[in-house]
């Protein structure tokens, strides 16, 4: 990390989450489920840091374990200069009103029984927040996120799924955040309203400097949104780059595959030859090595024996010293003989992408209030 960097909001360093599993009548522990087994990266103020992977790669583990929602089994988490696991619960509670998660169904989340309003003000007592002017600071929170005032009369189940996706996200701001987790937040929304809740999203970081960890299944969505990006496989950051170096030469080959492997919504656009195959192994009895060895078409025998560490390649270092690094042995080759190629060129994320785009073009033209509303600084 070069010295003109600024100080980063989070810091996670060999951050490692085993579950224990437990058997028999007394319950000794068997073995683990290793969900992160050692996972080290920075966030600045403002960033967006996209992190993707096959389900069960642990990437909602990784979430809990920055927002300490989960004890770590190793590892540290620093925020704001503070490393989290130094701090008594009532410390804690105190530091975790600047971070915030957003899941990807509010309405689980949301208590049926309760307005919007009192939703909202609940988020502002667990805190101790505006005690006075209550009922402002909520109409202020729903203008914020492109609903009207009089919504906070209704209840949950009074709204549409993006509506509820937007009451989920002015619950986190309520407590005034510089860090949101969103954990697969737009993923159950239909491709327009993913759009409007996003460009809310941008919006918002950019009215409000908040920093996002945003989790996400869907790579043309993580296109749109973040300014790095991590690929997790079983556990493991396996590439972190910028998010145009990341999309215009992965040098995984993972990455490589999950590129290849965006479903095309579109009928009549031809698939491209998915080169992903079987299933993400157990992180209860990882392959040993390379993680990926099983699945990769590069592998060699080196791979099943020894586990490539997270190089950061120093032709690369980029705007703010972060890089571009990739945890493959053999990442230099697989590039000179043409990478590009093993992976084919990405035309399924870009269809989907198109379509995104326009999108959001249409929903910010119908809805020009949702994405330039004034907030109190
Ligand atoms: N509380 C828990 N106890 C035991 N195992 C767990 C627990 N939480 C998660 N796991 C396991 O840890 C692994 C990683 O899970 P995690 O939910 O973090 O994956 P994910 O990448 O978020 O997957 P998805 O994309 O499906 O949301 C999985 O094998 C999961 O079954
Ligand atoms: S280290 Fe080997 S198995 Fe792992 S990604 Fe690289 S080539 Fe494939
Ligand atoms: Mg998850």
Same mark, same amino acid.
């Given at each position: 990390m070069s010295s003109s960097r600024a100080a980063p909001l989070l810091e996670v360093d060999g951050l490692v989450k085993h579950f224990p599993i437990r058997a028999g009548v007394f319950g000794?522990?068997?073995?683990?489920?290793? &969900?992160?087994d050692g996972v080290s990266f920075a966030l600045d103020p403002g960033e967006t840091l996209g992190v993707v992977g096959e389900s069960g790669c642990g990437k909602s583990t990784l979430g809990r374990l920055v927002l300490r929602l989960i004890e770590p089994s190793a590892g540290t988490v620093r925020f704001a200069g503070t490393d989290?696991? =130094?701090?008594?619960a009532r410390a804690l509670r105190a530091e975790r009103r600047a971070m915030q998660i957003v899941f990807q169904d509010p309405y689980a989340s949301?208590?049926?029984?309760? =307005?919007v309003r009192q939703i909202l003000a609940e988020a502002l007592d667990l805190h101790g927040l505006?005690?006075?002017?209550r009922s402002e600071r909520v109409a202020e929170l729903l203008r914020t996120v492109?609903? &009207?005032?009089?919504? *906070?009369?209704?209840?949950?189940?009074?709204?549409s799924g993006g509506q509820r996706q937007r009451i989920g996200i002015a619950r986190a701001l309520a407590v005034e955040p510089r860090l949101v987790v969103c954990d697969e937040?737009?993923? &159950?929304?239909d491709v327009s309203v993913q759009a409007q809740v996003i460009n809310l999203l941008r919006d918002l970081q950019r009215r409000l400097g908040l920093a996002y960890l945003f989790i996400a299944h869907d790579l043309a969505v993580v296109k749109h949104i973040a300014t790095r990006v991590a690929v997790m496989y079983l556990g493991r950051i396996v590439e972190l780059a910028d998010k145009e170096a990341l999309f215009a030469a992965p040098r995984h080959p993972y990455t490589q595959a999950l590129l290849a492997a965006v479903p095309v919504p579109e009928p009549g656009v031809e698939r491209e030859?998915?080169?992903? =195959?079987?299933d993400v192994p157990s992180p209860v009895t990882p392959p040993s090595g390379c993680h990926f060895h099983t699945r990769c078409?590069?592998?060699?025998a080196l791979c099943a024996e020894v586990s490539p560490p997270l190089e950061r390649?120093?032709? =690369?270092? *980029?705007r703010d010293g972060a890089g571009h690094t990739v945890a493959c042995h053999f990442w230099r080759e697989i590039a000179a003989a043409g990478g590009a190629r093993v992976a084919p060129p990405p035309r399924p994320v870009d269809a989907r992408l198109a379509l995104l785009q326009s999108a959001f073009i249409a929903s910010a033209a119908a809805h020009p209030e949702h994405y330039f509303q004034e907030v109190r600084p």
């Open positions: 000794r522990v068997k073995g683990a489920v290793r &969900a992160v989290l696991g =130094t701090l008594d949301l208590n049926p029984r309760m =307005t505006h005690v006075g002017d492109g609903l &009207a005032p009089e919504h *906070g009369e209704r209840y949950p189940h009074e709204f937040a737009v993923s &159950a929304l030859r998915v080169l992903l =195959t079987g078409i590069h592998a060699r390649d120093a032709a =690369t270092l *980029g």
